[in-house]
């Protein structure tokens, strides 16, 4: 047990490789075996080292670029539905890894406010099919909550590449997945897809085993490849689904009207300051195109006045009090003005 908590304090990551080793020549003493092994351990140990400082610096130059995609304005509400699992890996923990990855991401840039799946008042799974969220019912419900775009996530296909070495009694093993994610966004006011895109990425681990060849090795052997290549695909959709919602306008809702104060569903979260002055208008009748009978969009309602913001209230929203005009009703929309 001493021997093994050193090879612990030497090299947290293998001390299964150095005992591997121990039991396959148990006539070794334990004094040699510490000897022949502290060359491997050192190099092992340095490469390591590489390995941790390269991806802190990766992560930190893929930080400084989500950050500044950060635009002016209140956050935009988005849906972010469960991801779909595609693959043939039929672990639930693929979906939620790229949703989570994809979550962070999108939070990193400051621009949105991601709801919560539990926020919507009907059960999401009603809308699933076999390719996928039907994202124009999606897309009805989430305009009731504000809610800008809806982003459905899937993950299309993990496929592991192994190789190793034939020969030798510690035999390099190298392992590669390959993960492929796509993602789909919609307009909630028009219930149109902005963007449709596919990516890809790549995570790659070396490994050693005492006489095996990579023959053996599994996904299940390193789950925490999975993750890295779920991570990075997810984090080359961050820009294209920023740019595709800053296209949209930021609106919001009157909740409710008591007396001279009106209150909003949207508040210090989204990014409202106290003092922004508000344009206040009628929800516009929806247009569709004679033809096709899609919907192009929502007409511009009348314009009922503007609303001064003078505190919060609740989880995000506003309390605001009448600058100018007369008649607003709840569900009124909500613009800077």
Request: glycine share 8%; charged share 30%; aromatic share 6%.
């Amino acid at each position: 047990m001493r021997l093994k908590r050193l090879f612990h304090k030497i090299y947290p990551g293998k001390p299964s490789l150095i005992f591997s080793i121990f039991f396959k020549f148990p006539k070794l003493t334990k004094s040699k075996l510490l000897i022949c092994l502290l060359p491997l351990l050192f190099i092992l140990s340095c490469s390591g080292i590489r390995s941790r400082e390269s991806e802190d610096s990766d992560r930190r130059a893929l930080s400084q670029r989500i950050t500044s995609l950060r635009t002016e304005g209140p956050r935009k509400r988005i849906l972010l539905l469960p991801f779909i699992n595609d693959t043939i890996e039929k672990d639930s923990s693929i979906a939620r890894t790229g949703r989570d990855a994809l979550v962070s991401g999108l939070r990193m840039t400051d621009n949105f406010v991601i709801l919560d799946n539990s926020d919507v008042p009907k059960d999401l799974k009603q809308y699933r099919s076999e390719k996928g969220y039907d994202m124009e019912e999606v897309s009805k419900v989430a305009a009731e909550m504000g809610v800008v775009a809806i982003v459905e996530g899937k993950v299309i296909d993990i496929k592991v590449r192994k190789s190793g070495d034939d020969v030798g009694v510690i035999r390099s093993i190298k392992a590669e997945v390959f993960a492929t994610v796509g993602v789909r966004v919609f307009s909630a006011s028009n219930h149109r897809e902005i963007l449709n895109e596919v990516r890809s990425a790549t995570s790659e681990s070396r490994t050693h085993r005492i006489a095996e060849t990579g023959r053996n090795y599994s996904l299940a052997a390193d789950p925490e490849l999975i993750r890295e290549s779920l991570v990075s695909a997810c984090q080359g959709m961050i820009l294209p689904i920023t740019k595709s919602v800053d296209k949209l306008s930021w609106n919001g809702k009157v909740a409710m009207v008591g007396g001279d104060r009106i209150y909003l569903n949207a508040g210090r979260i989204t990014g409202l300051n106290i003092g922004d002055i508000l344009r206040v208008s009628e929800d516009g009748e929806e247009i569709y195109d004679p033809d096709s009978g899609v919907l192009i969009g929502r007409a511009p309602g009348r314009m009922k006045g503007t609303l001064e913001v003078v505190s919060y209230f609740g989880k995000d929203g506003a309390i605001t009090v009448i600058h100018s005009g007369s008649g607003f009703k709840e569900n009124d929309k909500v613009e800077l003005y």
